[in-house]
């Protein structure tokens, strides 16, 4: 979404302008024109060729150049920009936004921006919790400047606290959203089922799979970046979520899941259900940890689990669109195409762990398509899960 925007990253004087540097490789590397505009202090922080090599362009940080005698003019800047990021935003920079100070080139730029502009904060917790941060912040907030609030966390200073600027991949993925929201799914809401479940034995043990929840991460960041509004219901796993965009609903059994599943599926426009849910759970779970002094372990009774993707296929209403996913080992699109009908899905995404470098764990996947209006299967080649991602929404999108 940040491909063709023209972006001004304002840079204020404070450590945190080391991560500004990042946050310029994160939004060229989306697609985005970034022009950089420093503050003569930023420049004691961080070397301006860093950013220009960047960037593209030359550095912005005085009214004039002094070796060209050029004026660097703040309104065609203004003009330009799609959107104006200040990062770190010291309390200083903040303060003069506030009250329409003017005195370098980075504020001035800021009084000519008609584009949306952000702010990420970055200071030493004391300045942060002073009444007159919070003053200048609720400002500019009421200006309709999008504060990009800062962590609590370790400080430069050696202290901790509020005040550590929030991560360069967060502000780019702020960033990407704010541009997605005209992006083609826009206005949609998507439910994706993601991660393993685990089924609980006694207090330590429970029954799980090797589903790592990449493809469905995928998916969530990918229709977040086309503008949906993605709730995503994730068993248990390591990844994080970028996107704001993205709701996640941290569930543990497929009886859990199955019931954050239905609360979205009721307002959900498209529901992608990539989770591998156990098919059985304990019938009962063990209050104590089971010991091993026992010179057998008989069995453990096991009851079936609801099946998440055929309970919503027997709820779907016109319009809803039900995505399944298979993993098989054999006859991977004949059992697609069978599971397509039994759980009442519109298309189902069959990958076969047959095929190297598909399935659990990989940062690739393999797949077929298979839609139930139509009788063969569109086969994609070897892609990463990215590109996967985005082929099984452009797919949707025929739907
Ligand atoms: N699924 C689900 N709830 C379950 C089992 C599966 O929502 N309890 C969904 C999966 O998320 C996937 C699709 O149904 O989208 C197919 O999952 P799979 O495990 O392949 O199907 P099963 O019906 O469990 O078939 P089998 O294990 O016999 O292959």
Not at 146 to 152: L, R
Not at 186 to 207: C, M, N, Q, S, W
Not at 267 to 283: E, G, H
Request: charged fraction near 20%.
């Amino acid at each position: 979404m940040l491909k063709g925007k023209n972006i001004i990253l304002g840079i204020s004087g404070g450590i945190a302008a080391y991560k500004s540097v990042v946050l310029l490789r994160q939004l060229v590397k989306g697609g985005a024109q970034v022009q950089v505009v420093m503050t003569p202090n930023a420049r004691e922080f961080i070397q301006p060729v860093t950013l220009s090599s960047l960037s593209q362009r030359p550095v912005v940080t005085e009214f004039f150049s002094a070796n060209t005698g050029e004026w660097h003019s703040h309104v065609a800047l203004g003009e330009w920009a799609d959107a104006m990021i200040v990062a770190p935003a010291t309390a200083s920079t903040l303060a003069k936004m506030a009250n329409g100070v003017a005195d370098n080139m980075l504020v001035t730029t800021y009084l000519s921006a008609r584009c949306p502009v952000f702010v990420a904060p970055a200071m030493d917790l004391d300045m942060m919790a002073h009444p007159t941060t919070a003053r200048n912040l609720a400002t500019l907030a009421a200006d309709g400047v999008h504060i990009i609030e800062p962590e609590t966390g370790e400080l430069a200073s050696g202290l901790s606290g509020r005040g550590r600027m929030e991560e360069p991949e967060r502000i780019a993925a702020v960033l990407d959203a704010f541009f997605a929201s005209d992006g083609p799914l826009a206005g949609k809401k998507v439910l994706i089922t993601a991660g393993p479940t685990y089924e609980r034995i006694d207090p330590v043990r429970f029954i799980g799979n090797f589903s790592t929840g990449k493809m469905g991460y995928a998916i969530a960041e990918e229709a977040a970046s086309r503008g949906a509004e993605v709730t995503l219901v994730s068993g248990p796993t390591a990844l994080s979520v970028s996107s704001p965009r993205i709701r996640r609903v941290d569930v543990e059994s497929a009886r859990e899941m199955l019931a954050a599943a239905q609360e979205a599926f009721e307002t959900a426009d498209i529901a992608i259900m990539t989770a591998a849910v156990a098919d059985y759970a304990p019938a009962h779970v063990f209050d104590s940890k089971i010991k091993r002094e026992k010179a057998e372990f008989d069995s453990i009774e096991l009851v079936k689990n609801p099946d998440i993707a055929a309970t919503l296929g027997r709820a779907k209403r016109p319009g809803q669109v039900l995505v399944g996913f298979a993993l098989e080992t054999d006859h991977a699109v004949a059992n697609g195409r069978d599971k397509l009908a039994r759980k009442n899905l519109d298309m189902i995404v069959v990958n076969s762990l047959a095929d190297k470098g598909a399935g659990f764990g990989t940062d690739t996947n393999k797949i077929s398509i298979i839609s139930a209006g139509s009788d063969t299967p569109a086969d994609y080649p070897l892609k990463s899960k990215k590109a996967v991602a985005a082929d099984i929404l452009d797919f949707i999108a025929t739907l």
